[in-house]
C-alpha cells in the first residue's frame, strides 16, 4: 500500500507539473478530479466501515477427528460501491496442543451485496479447535486506502470427539441396593416411588395403578400410572492427568489423546446402558473441588466433554480432597483412569473408596512396580494399547 501511495504522489506531481507547462483548463481539471478521487474513495471506505459487518458461521459444534468441517465468513456489505480487494485472516487454533495457524482469504466486496467465503477445518487430533475471524480489510479500487470491518460472532469453538475404540466391558460387578436412590432409568419398572409415565388405560392394566385424581377431570378417558424402574448399579469413572510427567512435547500429546479416547469410548458404552447411573469425574485443582458429572445419553457426554478438553491441563489430583469427596459413596464399580505411576492412588482405592469393584488404569510406556489385592490394575501403552487391552469389569 505504500509503494501505491508513493505512485500517486508521483503521479499527482507529474500532473501538477504538466499544468506548469501547459496551462490549460483540462489540465487543471485532471490535476483536481485526480487531488479530489482519494477523498471520496475515503468517504466510501468509511461507509463500508461503519455500515457493513463479518461474522463466522458453521452448521455444526462437534465432529470427529480427520472429519472436513466447512466454516463460512459471511460479509454483509451495504455499501453501493464495488472493492475489488479485500483479505480475511482467520486464526484456527487448537486449545490442548496450543498448535494454530492464520489462514488469509483474498475476495472482491460487491455492492449492496452478501458475500460467503468457506474454507474447511479438518483436526487431526481430539479437542477443542478455536477459530477466530481476527480481521477482515479491505482496499479502494486504486490500493490508496483501506479500512477494517466490523465483527460479530468473530470466535466460534469447535467440539473434536475423539475415536470410538470398542472396549471389552463386563457388568459382573455386583450392584448397590439403594432404595433411597433417586436415579431412574429411562424405562418403565415396578417401582411405585416414582412415577416414570402417565398413559391412557388399555385393557388388562391394573387398578391398583389408575390415576385417579387425573382421570376424574376427563369424561370418558382413564389415566394409568408408570413407574420407575430404579438405577442400583452406581457406576463412577474418575480421570487423572499429569502434563508435567511427560517432558516431551509430543509424547505429551499422544498420552493425553489416548486417555481422552480411552475415556470416551469407555464413557460412551456407559451412556447406552439404561440400568447403569454412570457418573464422570475429574478433579479440578483451580476450582480445587470433585467436577462430578452424571451422564443418561450420548448427546450429554458431548457437552461434558468440552468441559474435560478445558480442565485437562488443571486435572492433577488433591488425594486428600478426593478421600473427602468420596467418603460414605457406595459405588458397585470405580474406576480411576490416570499417567500417574505412584502408589498414593492406589492407596486411595484400597483404603478410601467403598466399592464392589474397584480398576486402575496407568497410562504409560514405562514399567509399573505396583501391586494389590483389591484394586485390578492394567497398564495402557498409548503406542499399542488398542489391540493389547484387558477386559473391565464394571
Not at 21 to 31: E, F, H, M, P, W
Not at 59 to 84: A, D, G, K, Q
Not at 254 to 270: D, E, G, N, R, W
Not at 320 to 349: A, C, K, P, W, Y
Request: charged fraction near 20%.
Amino acid at each position: 500500500m505504500i509503494r501505491t501511495k508513493l505512485c500517486y504522489l508521483i503521479f499527482l506531481i507529474g500532473l501538477l507539473i504538466f499544468y506548469i507547462l501547459y496551462i490549460d483548463s483540462l489540465a487543471l481539471v485532471v490535476l483536481i478530479a485526480s487531488a479530489l478521487l482519494p477523498i471520496v474513495l475515503k468517504f466510501f471506505l468509511i461507509w463500508l466501515k461503519f455500515t457493513s459487518n463479518a461474522s463466522l458461521t458453521c452448521s455444526v459444534v462437534s465432529c470427529n477427528i480427520n472429519e472436513s468441517i466447512p466454516v463460512s465468513v459471511m460479509i454483509e456489505n451495504h455499501c453501493p460501491l464495488f472493492f475489488p480487494k479485500a483479505r480475511a485472516f482467520v486464526k484456527i487454533r487448537h486449545v490442548f496442543s496450543d498448535k494454530s495457524e492464520t489462514i488469509q482469504i483474498r475476495f472482491p466486496l460487491h455492492g449492496k451485496n452478501t458475500t460467503r467465503l468457506t474454507f474447511y477445518v479438518k483436526p487431526d487430533c481430539c479437542g477443542a479447535v478455536q477459530i477466530c475471524l481476527e480481521q477482515i480489510k479491505a482496499l479502494d479500487f486504486f490500493h490508496i486506502f483501506g479500512t477494517k470491518l466490523r465483527k460479530q460472532n468473530a470466535l466460534l469453538e469447535l467440539l473434536v470427539l475423539p475415536e470410538k475404540i470398542y472396549i471389552p466391558l463386563s457388568e459382573e460387578a455386583e450392584a448397590v441396593y439403594a432404595p433411597e436412590s433417586n436415579q431412574y432409568a429411562n424405562k418403565a419398572g415396578d417401582d411405585p416411588s416414582e412415577i416414570f409415565d402417565i398413559r391412557e388405560y388399555h385393557a388388562g392394566d391394573a387398578v391398583s395403578r389408575i390415576h385417579w385424581k387425573l382421570s376424574s377431570k376427563s369424561e370418558d378417558i382413564l389415566f394409568v400410572k408408570e413407574f420407575g424402574f430404579p438405577i442400583e448399579k452406581q457406576v463412577l469413572l474418575v480421570i487423572e492427568y499429569l502434563p508435567e510427567s511427560v517432558p516431551n512435547g509430543i509424547e505429551r500429546m499422544k498420552q493425553a489423546q489416548t486417555m481422552l479416547t480411552l475415556v470416551y469410548s469407555i464413557a460412551s458404552q456407559l451412556a447406552e446402558q439404561n440400568n447403569i447411573c454412570f457418573s464422570l469425574a475429574w478433579f479440578d485443582s483451580k476450582q480445587d473441588k470433585l467436577v462430578t458429572r452424571k451422564l443418561t445419553s450420548v448427546q450429554e457426554l458431548e457437552i461434558i466433554f468440552c468441559e474435560v478438553y478445558h480442565a485437562l491441563e488443571h486435572m492433577t489430583c488433591n488425594i486428600q480432597r478426593l478421600q473427602d469427596e468420596l467418603l460414605g459413596q457406595q459405588f458397585s464399580s470405580v474406576t480411576l483412569i490416570t499417567n500417574d505411576t505412584s502408589e498414593e492412588l492406589l492407596h486411595v482405592l484400597e483404603r478410601q473408596v467403598n466399592a464392589n469393584q474397584k480398576n486402575l488404569l496407568v497410562m504409560t510406556e514405562k514399567e509399573i512396580f505396583l501391586n494389590s489385592d483389591w484394586v485390578s490394575l492394567q497398564k495402557i501403552n498409548p503406542t499399542e494399547w488398542k489391540e493389547n487391552i484387558s477386559k473391565i469389569i464394571i
